[in-house]
């Protein structure tokens, strides 16, 4: 099911959702599973589909990737509303800090979204420090599972995106879009310690990534 599919993000340009082979509805209706609502009574035994969970993990310190974080979670929630409905897998967004996050997260995660910036040429330590607590717990057991990346950047962003992936493959992790990396332009000192604001165009292409991987969830492509 997995390899039928893939998603290809270019810079600046519509996310394009490309089919490859045919039928994305077969796997997506799978093993359906049956709910028992809070009261103790199922009233229809309407099989639905169980939760997928997408993680968005941030860290932030002058507020830029904390922007495009919420932006990608506010279109995941947008999109998952759709979703189980009609045979779709229900998705539940969940957008944590790194600092506050852990292993358990990521096990618990069906679908990961990375936002991180970069710090003196890494990704921050605050995300690193994360994978520092959680790499053990998760190693092995969250293999194939999909993720995307966003870089917050002042100039660069290349170095945060290759530790990142690094790890990720680490994990055997799979990533399934282009790491977004978002140049801010801040390369003298007052301009990095100012607080940030996204452009429009950077937070739109941060939401269509959060959008994507909810829906392909939701659809059970990944
Ligand atoms: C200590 C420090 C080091 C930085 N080093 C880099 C760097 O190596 N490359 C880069 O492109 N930007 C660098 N920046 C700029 C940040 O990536 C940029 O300010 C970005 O907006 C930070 O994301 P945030 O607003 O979510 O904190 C640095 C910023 C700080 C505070």
Not at 108 to 137: I, Q
């Amino acid at each position: 099911m997995n390899d039928h599919w893939f998603a290809a993000f270019e810079p600046r340009q519509p996310l394009t959702i490309i089919e490859r082979k045919a039928d994305v509805g077969t796997d997506a209706r799978a093993a359906p599973a049956t709910v028992t609502f809070d009261d103790g009574m199922n009233p229809t035994d309407a099989p639905i589909e169980p939760a997928a969970r997408l993680l968005l993990l941030y860290s932030s310190m002058t507020g830029g990737t904390r922007q495009l974080a919420l932006a990608a979670s506010e279109a995941a929630r947008r999109a998952s509303c759709a979703s189980g409905n009609e045979g779709l897998r229900r998705v539940e967004v969940v957008l944590r800090e790194a600092r506050e996050a852990d292993g358990g997260d990521l096990l618990a995660a069906s679908a990961v979204l990375f936002a991180t910036p970069e710090n003196l040429g890494s990704m921050a330590g605050v995300m690193k420090d994360f994978f520092d607590r959680s790499y053990y717990a998760a190693l092995d057991r969250v293999a194939g599972r999909p993720y995307a990346l966003i870089v917050c950047a002042g100039s660069d962003g290349q170095g945060a995106v290759r530790q990142v992936e690094r790890i990720a493959t680490g994990l055997r992790l799979r990533r399934i879009a282009e790491p977004l990396v978002v140049n801010v332009g801040a390369q003298r000192a007052r301009e990095i310690l100012a607080p940030k604001r996204i452009a429009p165009d950077a937070l739109a292409r941060a939401a269509e990534l959060g959008e994507a991987i909810a829906t392909g969830l939701s659809l059970g492509l990944w």
